[in-house]
């Protein structure tokens, strides 16, 4: 981008992502809303009636977003995405609150990591404020009629997504994007499924982040070539790769979910733990963000009866997992992220060893059941709190 960027022309600055210049083009083939049995049936991801779009030149800058009809794009073979992965996207969701509201959780959070990603990825810089408001005019429209009023607790998933698009086999950063944005109303995460996660750990010949990669970017190029690991761990019976990194097998993140344990150290002392962000090896979720901080708030933890605990960010290695479970000291694990939500996790498979975790299978320890309830509260409307973003209703 900085290597051409002298060839705008003077006095012509390219225009920068506006939310207010949006055009409304409403579909005229509306589909039908899905029943609920519908919607956990496999066939296929389904979004709602309306995406939005819009366009990027180097030159021009941003072009006019538009809301249309979901449907097909049209990419050039030598789109610039299809063969170098110039490609990011966000993953969060709207709920339909028990208050009758519709909101999102953090939205600001999903918004400024999305450039982050796209920067690593020589994608097109914007401002997450006016991604926020695309998103939340897509959801004024298609909002009211596929999350009905009379459905609290059910979402929709959203999909912001960045490509590069400029016609070229040359390996360079991409003259043209599109930015678009997707809800899917399919249920592909059954986030209360009555059983925890079996996460078989990866082997050093398979590593999905490393220090100076890119792990800390939601970028499609971390996620396929990840799949092949996936596919062994289901063949041999577990659900998700618990990625290890390093000779001395340091606990990174659980699929594509953030890692959570909660233990006894040897002093004695209860720990909620997660593996630090330093390093750029492991993605910055905001789920992972808010249990922290939701734990960190000693007083509620202490008011609902929990002792001391300390909550840190911290290294731990599988040999450290192990000597827990081993000395009687591990007490919950689980993974959290916005497909999942809160998952336990009933055991891990590490080369010859099995971690079974205490406690009955497929049930949230006292801790993270604690963190959950406090979570969901704030998703769903219950409790009022400033990290629920409520969606206005009408466009
Ligand atoms: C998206 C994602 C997460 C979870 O992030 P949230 O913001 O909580 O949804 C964790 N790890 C990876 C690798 C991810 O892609």
Not at 59 to 78: D, H, I, N, R
Not at 237 to 242: A, P
Not at 289 to 305: F, N, P, W, Y
Not at 338 to 360: C, L, R
Request: proline content about 7%; charged content about 20%.
């Amino acid at each position: 981008m900085t290597s051409t960027a002298s060839t705008t022309p003077v006095g012509a600055s390219p225009m920068p992502l506006d939310a207010s210049r949006l055009i409304i083009e409403r579909t005229t083939n509306p589909q039908p809303v899905p029943s609920a049995s519908d919607r956990l049936s496999s066939l296929g991801s389904r979004c709602t009636d309306h995406m939005i779009t819009v366009k990027w030149n180097e030159q021009t800058g941003w072009s006019v977003p538009k809301l249309e009809a979901y449907g097909p794009l049209t990419l050039m073979p030598t789109a610039s995405v299809l063969h170098y992965a110039t490609e990011c996207f966000e993953g969060m969701k709207v709920y339909r609150g028990f208050d009758g509201k519709l909101r999102l959780f953090r939205p600001e959070c999903n918004t400024e990591r999305m450039l982050q990603s796209a920067t690593r990825i020589s994608l097109p810089a914007f401002d997450p404020a006016e991604l926020q408001k695309l998103i939340v005019a897509l959801l004024a429209v298609d909002g009211p009629k596929f999350l009905p009023n009379s459905e609290p607790g059910t979402y929709l998933y959203i999909r912001p997504t960045l490509i590069g698009t400029t016609e070229t086999l040359n390996p360079q950063t991409p003259r043209d994007a599109l930015l678009y944005i997707v809800a899917s109303y399919f249920t592909i995460f059954p986030e209360d499924s009555a059983t925890g996660l079996k996460l078989l750990a990866s082997e050093e010949s398979m590593v999905r982040a490393w220090p100076g990669g890119f792990g800390f970017a939601k970028i499609g190029a971390n996620y396929g070539p990840a799949m092949l690991a996936q596919r062994y761990a289901k063949e041999k019976g577990y659900q998700q790769v618990l990625w290890l990194l390093g000779e001395d097998g340091q606990v990174t993140e659980a699929g594509a979910s953030n890692f959570f344990l909660v233990w006894r150290t040897r002093d004695g002392v209860v720990q909620i733990v997660t593996p630090p962000l330093d390093g750029k090896i492991i993605l910055d979720g905001v789920t992972r963000r808010s249990v922290l901080d939701i734990a960190k708030e000693a007083v509620t933890l202490k008011e609902a009866g929990f002792g001391d605990i300390e909550v840190v960010e911290q290294k731990f290695t599988m040999q450290d997992l192990l000597e827990a479970s081993q000395e009687d000291r591990l007490l919950e694990g689980f993974a959290v992220g916005t497909a999942f939500f809160i998952v336990p996790v009933d055991e891990i498979g590490y080369q010859d060893n099995v971690v079974t975790f205490p406690g009955e299978k497929g049930k949230d320890g006292e801790h993270s059941a604690f963190i959950k309830e406090k979570l969901r509260g704030i998703m769903l409307g219950l409790s009022q709190h400033e990290w629920g973003f409520v969606i206005p209703e009408e466009y």
